[in-house]
């Protein structure tokens, strides 16, 4: 159980292209997802807090026009990339808080590889 | 803020050697920590918790002991396989109130068991 996915595993686009990740809890509903960023060799970075049916909040420094983020049912996130530029590729990996657990775990999905030439 | 920091790989170790990742922590209040693993080509996974101090959290032979006095969550395992071979993530969360519940992740530190 606690399954998290995310679409499309790798993707490559052109500069000035949009990009949309998808992430889904597949057995369970998550009122909160996260968006997190992981450059190599470093931690994960957390870009946003996604509440469904609300807005995301964005941690500092993150460009809300630049990575748009949908939270509009219990079991899907959206991340798009807005215009994308090389210096956005990046591994991003999602996570889903599962509701009603005691205890707020994070199940986090297997990531998206984005380049962007 | 919030940090944590973890010892720089890789670590390489032969099969049944005893392994040790060091962790150290930055925060206010009293965070709950963890460890993460990541196999290749997967997402993270829950290795184990310890959400007050002096609690240790145990899974799979992994154990770490949550210490206060030194900031501390050092991961450790008596015996390692080949099969442990990941990239292990010290991580807290503080409790933040309203639901918050932000993790703070250290930079990883990957693990290779060799035969």
């Known amino acids: 159980g606690a399954v998290v996915s995310q679409h499309p595993s790798r993707v490559i686009c052109k500069s000035g292209t949009s990009v949309k990740i998808e992430c889904r809890s597949l057995?369970?509903?998550?009122?909160?997802m996260f968006w997190y960023r992981q450059f190599p060799k470093k931690s994960l970075m957390l870009m946003a807090t996604?509440?469904?049916?609300?807005?995301?909040?964005?941690e500092q420094g993150v460009e809300k026009d630049k990575f748009l983020i949908n939270h509009a049912s219990l079991t899907l996130s959206t991340l798009t990339v807005t215009s994308a530029h090389p210096e956005d590729s990046s591994f991003y990996i999602c996570?889903?808080?599962?509701?009603?657990?005691?205890?707020?775990?994070?199940?986090f999905g297997p990531g998206t590889r984005l380049t962007v030439l | 803020g919030n940090s944590v920091t973890q010892m720089e790989g890789p670590v390489t170790l032969s099969e049944e050697a005893f392994l040790t990742i060091n962790c150290t922590y930055t925060?206010?209040?009293?965070?709950?920590l963890f460890w993460y693993v990541q196999y290749p080509g997967e997402g993270l996974q829950l290795l184990l918790k310890?959400?007050?101090?002096?609690d240790k959290g145990s899974n799979k032979g992994f154990e770490a002991t949550y210490r206060k006095e030194t900031t501390s969550f050092h991961l450790e395992k008596g015996s390692v396989q080949v099969s442990d071979s990941a990239v292990y993530f010290c991580?807290?969360?503080?409790?933040?109130?309203?639901?918050?519940?932000?993790?703070?992740f250290g930079t990883g530190t990957q693990l290779k068991v060799e035969l």
């Open positions: 925060a206010t209040g009293y965070p709950s």
């Open positions: 057995d369970f509903q998550a009122t909160t």
């Open positions: 310890a959400t007050k101090a002096d």
């Open positions: 991580a807290l969360s503080d409790r933040v109130t309203g639901g918050g519940n932000k993790l703070t």
């Open positions: 996604s509440n469904e049916g609300s807005k995301a909040t964005y």
């Open positions: 996570s889903a808080r599962q509701n009603g657990r005691l205890y707020n775990e994070q199940f």
